[in-house]
């Protein structure tokens, strides 16, 4: 993988890391989920496992309901996997809650745009 591939490839999950935030922080659970590929899969601890598109946006509109909000990343990282796939990881703040993102499998597809493969997360208070 060259230099130049794996600049693309930061960058488009650097965009679509900002893509999700940004859905979630108007409180639009659709647009969240749209971030995820159609069989992605999402570990939230305590919460539980979903899988699928629709489970996920489900439990997405769940937590905004419950007046979730404000979302923020800190000291995001991200790891270049291959030529087509990287791993963010960070810890993270809302107005309610907080945690840890150990796994965001960020995937290129086929038409150039990132989507989340896999979700794992855990909320600690």
Request: glycine fraction near 8%; aromatic fraction near 10%.
């Amino acid at each position: 993988m060259t230099d130049k591939q794996n600049e693309i490839l930061t960058t488009a999950v650097w965009e679509g890391s900002n893509r999700w935030q940004s859905a979630f922080n108007l409180g639009d659970a659709a647009g969240c989920a749209a971030c995820y590929e159609e069989t992605a899969t999402m570990n939230a601890k305590p919460f539980g496992s979903f899988s699928g598109r629709a489970d996920i946006e489900a439990f997405w509109g769940n937590i905004m309901a419950d007046g979730f909000s404000d979302v923020a990343y800190i000291e995001p990282k991200i790891e270049v996997i291959d030529d087509k796939s990287a791993i963010l990881s960070a810890t993270w703040r809302m107005n309610k809650a907080h945690g840890v993102i150990t796994k965001e499998l960020w995937v290129l597809q086929d038409d150039g745009v990132v989507l989340l493969r896999e979700d794992d997360f855990e909320v600690l208070g």
